[in-house]
């Protein structure tokens, strides 16, 4: 009980001590837990994103077929679809049409799809929030566009898409076949790209290679092909922010090692008053110890705690443009928290226990020292 109470009275001492010096304290306090808050934050959003995606790409198709052309995406004949159709394997093939319109009038590009059914017909769109938001367009409203021709054309907003969609549909324009075909001069027999439904998904790698050899013109996508390359974008995306606060995180490990390691007179003058009147130098360093886990431990509680309300609360407004991309339409929504605890225990060990064990080392060496010598120098 003896070994308890002394504990309980070297953190009590501990405590008193670190409010006695509150003003250096709390700007250490302050910087470290900003540098731990951002840290954290980029740590939080990528993993969360990611997350996303890999939940969104689960119903996307096994196997996109694409056709190149000069090493380029170019539209594919429907008539590929019965060739592939007698790979065995596959259970279904159909071609999509989608693509890319850029609005000169609002600035911003728009993702037009046809989906598999249309019931509105043509002349009609339905369109994602953002699009909603940058055109401030309702139901019922009128969109102009311009055909491949120039030639000006108004659809109909007849529906808009719900809140719920929006990570996926933010940009998003649904039309009919006709439509987009008008639009963008895409003359029938013609396709985007073709969707291959695959009965067993272990069979995909094989099939994707069958496709390959069956149409040497085509190029096959599968899904983790599609989910690696977004995890390689977030990856990169969030290496440049980690890179761009890389500079704060420098100025952050001088300005805590020379706080750590350099003991003010004041401190120095303390050691020496506590070795006079019986501590030893394994007290003080256990004393010393505790200082270090305090204000390491609160300043990464408290950066992780404000990284969460950041990114999972206040939807990431710092870094969203970074990570999310250059449109202008962001989707707007919540981030489901996924937590690597891992990653924290990474950010952890970087963080708080250097700067534990860097206080520990000047008051070693003081606590070596003769305790007059100390309280006169």
Do not use: C
Request: proline share 6%.
């Amino acid at each position: 009980m003896g070994g308890v109470e002394k504990q309980r009275s070297i953190i009590d001492f501990t405590l008193s001590s670190l409010l006695r010096r509150k003003g250096k304290n709390a700007a250490l306090l302050t910087v470290y837990a900003l540098v731990v808050f951002f840290l954290a934050s980029v740590m939080f959003f990528t993993q969360a994103i990611r997350k996303e995606a890999a939940a969104l790409l689960a119903s996307a198709p096994e196997l996109v077929v694409q056709r190149t052309v000069a090493g380029r995406h170019d539209l594919i004949p429907l008539g590929y679809i019965e060739k592939i159709r007698g790979i065995r394997g596959i259970s279904a093939v159909r071609g999509r049409l989608w693509g890319y319109y850029y609005d000169p009038l609002f600035l911003a590009n728009y993702t037009l799809v046809v989906p598999e059914a249309f019931p509105w017909g043509t002349g009609t769109i339905v369109i994602g929030q953002a699009v909603a938001r940058r055109t401030m367009t309702v139901e019922g409203s009128v969109m102009p566009f311009h055909t491949y021709s120039g030639k000006p054309v108004n659809l109909t907003v007849v529906n808009i898409m719900p809140a719920t969609t929006e990570l996926v549909a933010a940009d998003l324009i649904l039309l009919s076949a006709d439509d987009f075909r008008m639009l963008f001069g895409v003359p029938p027999g013609l396709a985007t790209d073709l969707v291959v439904e695959v009965a067993n998904p272990a069979e995909v790698p094989t099939i994707a290679r069958k496709i390959g050899a069956l149409l040497p013109d085509t190029r096959p996508i599968s899904r983790d092909e599609i989910l690696r390359t977004y995890e390689a974008v977030f990856d990169w995306r969030s290496g440049i922010l980690l890179t761009l606060l890389s500079g704060a995180l420098l100025a952050f490990v001088i300005f805590a090692w020379d706080k750590a390691t350099g003991l003010s007179a004041e401190e120095r003058k303390e050691i020496g008053i506590l070795k006079a009147v019986g501590w030893d130098t394994g007290d003080v360093l256990l004393m010393k110890f505790w200082e270090g886990t305090a204000i390491s431990l609160s300043a990464f509680l408290a950066g992780v705690i404000l990284a969460y309300l950041h990114v999972f609360i206040a939807a990431a407004p710092f870094f969203e443009p970074v990570i999310k991309g250059w449109s202008v339409l962001y989707p707007q929504f919540r981030l489901t928290p996924a937590l690597d605890f891992s990653s924290l225990a990474v950010l952890f060990f970087l963080t708080v226990v250097p700067y534990t064990v860097a206080t520990i080392v000047p008051a070693w060496r003081a606590a070596t020292v003769d305790p007059d010598a100390v309280m006169r120098g």
